[in-house]
């Protein structure tokens, strides 16, 4: 009986905790007027597939909508110093 309760009660809390969490938006404008420019990110991860890419830095460009958006685009120019991490890889450079 009192697995059946600790179920329920799982299952309870789970539902409870999907149906509230509030989505999340975000808006990009340009605080000196343009629209794109350069970019450099240090320490870049990026995971997804099974994989953990890790850059030390990473160079590339920004751009913005003409009006306020929740689109930013941050197109990579350049990788330095990648490695990649996954399972069915030991380690890549």
């Not at 404008?29 to 350069?38: I, Q």
């Not at 450099?40 to 160079?59: D, H, P, R, Y």
């Amino acid at each position: 009986m009192s697995k059946i309760k600790l179920l329920f009660g799982m299952a309870f809390t789970l539902g409870t905790m999907v149906f509230s969490a509030a989505p999340a938006m975000a808006e990009f404008e340009s605080n000196n007027g343009k629209l794109s420019g350069p970019a450099t990110e240090s320490n870049f991860i990026f995971t997804g597939g099974g994989a953990t890419l890790q850059c030390t830095t990473v160079e590339g460009e920004w751009k913005l909508a003409a009006q306020r958006s929740h689109k930013e685009i941050f197109t990579i120019r350049k990788w330095n110093n990648c490695t990649v991490k996954s399972k069915e890889i030991k380690e890549a450079k």
